[in-house]
């Protein structure tokens, strides 16, 4: 499978991006010695679009595995991969973007990132590791934080910013102060939480969306069973002779967004790429719209007294 397996969608800053990402957050996170050949074994899949960030401790080994496969000939050069990171929130102070994106690029061994995303519209107290208390969750400084992702783009170091994890409302208030829209919003997308309101107004607005758990994240402690164990996608599955990953996938793609899918396992590697010389029905589609609707990831974390989150309503723009 070579490189152009993958179509690919040109964002509003004029680059272009794979429209299916590779992920590379787990908990735990294995050790750099079993990461590296796998992240190696997704190029060779045919995958070219790597999504990191600062939180999930794989940027070294995504990094040393771009490079190893550079040397092998796998890639020929830098511009063939499409690599996202970013910036966690403890660096959500305007003079600390800058500074985190240099820490990035440092364990990347890259000059440049493709694009680069504010994690969450949230700024904590620097230093804070593990468990959120009293005054930890601080005002998010919109315009100030979104100025110094410009300036990541200004000097080059960030071909293209975004944003992760933002509603309607925090997308709207960040755009009242840009010089650039945001190129991309990242947030949690799959059949059971489908985001017709967000994806209607980043569609209007130019703003790509791309779908983190795809499929519903079903082994992480937070996530859910709704989309692997939909009797709707193993009823679609039956009929269309796909499998439920692949129904699910098809279905963020038909709604003209990127997933991001993680798996390690070879097999299901290659199986995620088969999603992009078919269709789903018109009736299929009837049909996922009708998945009853629940948000996975609620970061009750966020969420405090005294800070600027009283409510997962306020943290989620009322989408919940």
């Known amino acids: 499978m070579g490189p152009k397996v993958v179509p690919e969608v040109v964002l509003n ?46 940027e070294e080994a995504l990094g040393i595995a771009l490079a190893q496969a550079q040397h092998q000939g796998l890639i020929k050069n830098r511009g063939e991969i499409f690599v ?39 700024r904590l107290r620097q230093g804070i590791e593990g468990n959120i208390s009293k005054g930890d969750v601080l005002p998010f400084d ?16 960030a071909k293209s910013i975004g944003v992760s994890n933002f509603g309607v409302m925090k997308l709207s208030e960040l755009q009242q102060n840009a010089t650039i829209t945001p190129a991309l919003n990242q947030v949690e997308m799959n059949v059971a939480w489908q985001q017709g309101n967000l994806l209607k107004f980043c569609q209007e607005k130019g703003i790509h969306l791309s779908a983190w758990s795809p499929l519903g994240a079903n082994g992480a402690s937070w996530g ?17 002779g796909k499998s439920v990953p692949q129904i699910a996938l098809r279905w963020i793609l038909e709604q003209g967004v990127t997933p991001v899918v993680k798996s390690f396992n070879k097999v ?4 995620n790429l088969q999603i992009f010389d078919w269709k789903l029905s018109e009736a299929d589609l009837v049909k996922i719209k009708q998945i009853p609707q629940r948000r996975a990831l609620l970061a009750r974390e966020f969420v405090t007294e005294d800070g600027p989150y009283k409510s997962l309503e306020d943290l989620w723009d009322g989408e919940v």
Request: glycine share 8%.
């Open 13 to 58: 800053s004029g680059h272009s991006m794979a429209m299916l990402g590779f992920g590379t957050a787990a908990v735990p996170l294995p050790p750099h010695d079993e990461l590296i050949p796998v992240f190696i074994a997704a190029i060779e899949a045919g995958y070219r679009h790597f999504d990191t960030a600062a939180l999930y401790g794989s």
């Open 84 to 122: 996202t990171t970013k910036l966690w929130c403890t660096d959500a102070h305007p003079n600390l973007v800058l500074p985190a994106l240099k820490k990035s690029l440092q364990r990347l061994g890259l000059e440049y990132v493709d694009l680069y995303l504010i994690h969450f519209p949230v």
């Open 142 to 157: 919109t315009k100030g934080t979104w100025g110094a992702m410009e300036e990541c783009s200004k000097l080059g170091l």
């Open 224 to 240: 859910t069973l709704a989309v692997m164990e939909s009797p709707v996608l193993k009823d679609i599955a039956i009929t269309t």
């Open 268 to 271: 299901r590697m290659k199986e």
